[in-house]
């Protein structure tokens, strides 16, 4: 059995890390609120820039003789070369949140082998790179301190070299994996194609129309400039809904290490009473032996 003073020392320890975890929680908490109303509002932009990209795209596809003339539009079959960019938190602490988005990417990377087509692996996120980079796996790209404080203008640059190479024929598709937030106790994880857009799912429609005014022979200019902002904004949007993701995870898991800290106090202060319970009996009886032996 353990002496008095190493379970004292261990009860100290333990209530020491559940003072941190518990701070970490509360300011994960705090963190997540504004996250979450910044993913919200990020995500009405995104579906009115949605609406508006398929409402030109599906006046073309439907008045133009053999549709949409885009390569961002069309359906490359023969792939060659694809960017997949992941994101990934730059701090742990925060459960399988990073494992997730890693096993995610790992099974695409897979996937593509099989089919010979080259990957070329775009990372956002210390924990993912160092994962990849201790496993010995080439990342073309990689970022850190972008994913934990997300800026709009450091996204639209790191990302716009992968529209420039789809555009230009260097790579056939773009997708982007990350774990995104979905409420306050789930994350969602996230494979998305990015490019090519699917154009199937734009239809003549008159349901649905935005206060745009576009003429005719500026549609095809006005979709291709809107595919490059549609693009951007995909690629900062993962990351505002990742970061909302992190700190959901985070508190989740430093609110369970709290509790396991408390239950593990609770039975170290269990074990110390025994200790000490045991330790007052030895005295006593020995000072009943000793007693008993000057009679």
Do not use: W
């Not at 996937?111 to 201790?134: A, D, H, Q, S």
């Not at 202060?269 to 009886?285: C, D, S």
């Amino acid at each position: 059995m353990a002496s008095l003073k190493d379970i004292q020392r261990q009860i100290k320890s333990v209530s020491n890390t559940q003072k941190t975890t518990r701070a970490m929680k509360l300011v994960s908490t705090a963190k997540l609120r504004r996250a979450e109303e910044l993913a919200k509002r990020s995500r009405l932009y995104a579906a009115k820039m949605n609406q508006v990209i398929a409402e030109i795209a599906g006046r073309i596809k439907c008045n133009k003789v053999g549709g949409i003339d885009n390569r961002c539009f069309a359906e490359i079959e023969d792939q060659k070369t694809v960017d997949i960019v992941f994101v990934t938190a730059d701090k742990g602490l925060c459960g399988g949140f990073n494992i997730q988005t890693i096993k995610a990417v790992k099974k695409l990377l897979a996937e593509y082998k099989t089919k010979n087509i080259k990957v070329r692996l775009r990372g956002i996120g210390k924990k993912g790179i160092e994962f990849f980079k201790y496993n010995e796996i080439e990342l073309f790209d990689a970022v850190a301190n972008l994913s934990s404080k997300p800026d709009k203008e450091r996204s639209d640059n790191f990302i716009l070299s992968s529209i420039e190479d789809f555009k230009g024929g260097k790579i056939d598709g773009l997708y982007l994996v990350y774990n995104g937030y979905k409420n306050m106790i789930t994350q969602e994880l996230h494979v998305n194609k990015i490019l090519p857009v699917d154009a199937s799912q734009f239809e003549c429609s008159e349901a649905e129309k935005s206060l745009l005014e576009v003429e005719a022979e500026d549609e095809e200019k006005m979709l291709d400039a809107l595919v490059d902002r549609y693009v951007q904004y995909a690629m900062y949007y993962s990351l505002i809904d990742s970061v909302a993701a992190e700190h959901s995870a985070r508190m989740q898991a430093m609110d369970t290490a709290t509790n396991n800290a408390k239950e593990m106090v609770k039975s170290l202060n269990v074990q110390y009473n025994k200790a000490r319970q045991a330790a007052i009996t030895t005295e006593l009886i020995e000072i009943i032996s000793g007693v008993e032996s000057m009679k």
